[in-house]
């Protein structure tokens, strides 16, 4: 098979990851997959571009003064660095919310140097350190916004969960009868999409940040501030820092990944069967050096996420991880 | 296909693993499988029971006088909770080594509430807290009792490996040369084996353990005191004290799983292709359900491990992980 990764252990392979791949373009579709183009899943947060769009879309950013940050935040899955936390809390006090407000439940900072600090300062995790508290946060901007309520702004019901279902239906082509509803680890509604829907999704907005303000007021964001996406030690963070505004790329839950490529009007959506991260960090950069998107210099750049190695408790190194995967035409 | 765990999320399939089953009999060989019967994979953790066999075969449990808890301990994957550190100690002394002698890494117990306490005491992680401490301080004892020297007890050309890999080689029926060679996490040789040979091997073990005085020696450790080979919260341990005393059972890591039942001379491996824990679990309930070697009643005493429910950071429930196997004759 030409859709898996590899997990090696003194050269002999240990485990092994499916991975599903659709690349799509603009204004051709599918143009490039590997594994099955149509396998569906869920989106995770690997859309939160589209969870956030509205925001631009509706006037809320400029309404609110929110910064390019802070918009960034709205798209991310943070660390909880003191600059996510900080950023998050901002938006509230520009919604005029509160933490208590936030839907997500708490969890300890998933940069561990962060949730030390917490954890040393006696002050126990919150919603706030949720690495979703900046979409959150933008979610009651938007509902505050609008006037609508902020009670149950998580419920697929209410006025902002139809808001975000509607743009991703919109950009990526989709019926919402054919959307798959499910409830996400923050508590949010998550949406199951064959992969080249969402790849298409991602290759329209990345065309569109060309052109269309509220679009590229999202992806701008993203792309000048990767540390906001995601934070120290993260792919997101280190992928858009590579490639220098070329690209913005956005990691979901249970192996998923979206990527834009503005100038190439290219989308890209990788679900890693089984749901490993381990395999879908080398699996996108893989995709993006087969599209020559990312050099192999970059690649080298990024070597710690393109092909990690397997350490032990010793700290010896025993073994790596490597993609396997080349696209085909449709 | 049915050998499967799914995962699912609001009633819809997020995530796929693939699992393949091995079922032997002492004396028929292969007489059940799912997936592929000769996978190829390392047996990590999932074989400790060979690597501690040494200990019953060569008079070291006599000689030290070893405790069948201490027994027990040296083919566990254990949580370091207080007891596990005190048995693994006790081996040490009894071995007159120190826990410097260990050539296992540190790392946190297994067990967070554990961990919690070690962390509030302010002592670090030592040697002593790896899983594998057990197994480490058996073959410092296995090789006092030879007078075999202790430095470097851990490399596959020291005698104490040799002995080791000469009986899972004797066990399983298979020839040196055909075994794959890598360095596990604790940093002993580990060994990549079809997986019909591994459910050979713990086929036999398990027959032996009904004649034969060291393999019962073993067996019994296992299944008197399932506490000290996982602990608190863990399925080995849980799987064993349900089964009283019809089923070893010992996890490996990357989704590898081994059993035997010795009233009926099987052996089970399993190895879940990604290396996912969470699917190698229910995938073990169910062979053993399919088997009739576990009831549904028994089952449903392990459910959390036989169907685990996904929650979120709301402690909403969202889906759960389902075993689909179905075993065939070869």
């Not at 990526?172 to 080249?196: H, K, N, Q, Y």
Request: hydrophobic share 45%.
């Amino acid at each position: 098979m030409t859709h898996t990764v590899e997990v090696t252990r003194g050269g002999v392979v240990e485990s092994r990851h499916i991975v599903h791949v659709a690349v799509a373009h603009a204004d051709r579709g599918l143009i490039a997959s590997c594994g099955d183009a149509q396998h569906v899943s869920f989106v995770r947060s690997a859309i939160k571009m589209f969870q956030a769009l509205p925001l631009a879309e509706d006037g809320v950013i400029a309404g609110l003064s929110l910064t390019s940050e802070e918009v960034a935040l709205c798209t991310a899955s943070h660390n909880a660095e003191p600059f996510h936390v900080a950023a998050a809390r901002s938006i509230l006090t520009k919604a005029g919310a509160t933490e208590d407000a936030l839907a997500c439940g708490p969890h300890p900072p998933m940069y561990a140097a962060a949730a030390e600090a917490l954890e040393h300062s006696g002050v126990k995790p919150g919603r706030i350190h949720n690495n979703c508290s900046g979409k959150h946060a933008g979610m009651l901007a938007l509902a505050r916004h609008h006037g609508w309520r902020i009670g149950s702004y998580h419920h697929i019901d209410h006025p902002v969960q139809q808001r975000v279902l509607a743009t991703v239906c919109s950009w990526s082509g989709i019926e919402r009868s054919a959307v798959g509803l499910a409830v996400d680890g923050c508590g949010l509604p998550t949406f199951a999409l064959p992969l080249d829907r969402a790849a298409l999704a991602c290759a329209r907005l990345a065309a569109a940040a060309l052109r269309d303000a509220p679009a590229a007021t999202i992806v701008r964001a993203m792309t000048a501030h990767p540390e906001f996406i995601a934070g120290t030690g993260r792919l997101c963070t280190e992928l858009m820092r590579t490639a220098g505004g070329r690209i913005f790329a956005k990691v979901g839950a249970e192996g998923y990944y979206c990527a834009g490529v503005p100038e190439q009007g290219l989308g890209i959506a990788l679900k890693v069967e089984d749901g490993a991260r381990r395999a879908s960090e080398p699996a996108l950069l893989a995709v993006l050096h087969e599209l020559s998107v990312l050099s192999t210099s970059d690649l080298e750049r990024l070597r710690v996420f393109a092909r990690p190695v397997v350490t032990n408790t010793r700290e010896e190194t025993v073994g790596d991880v490597r993609a396997r995967l080349t696209l085909a035409s449709p």
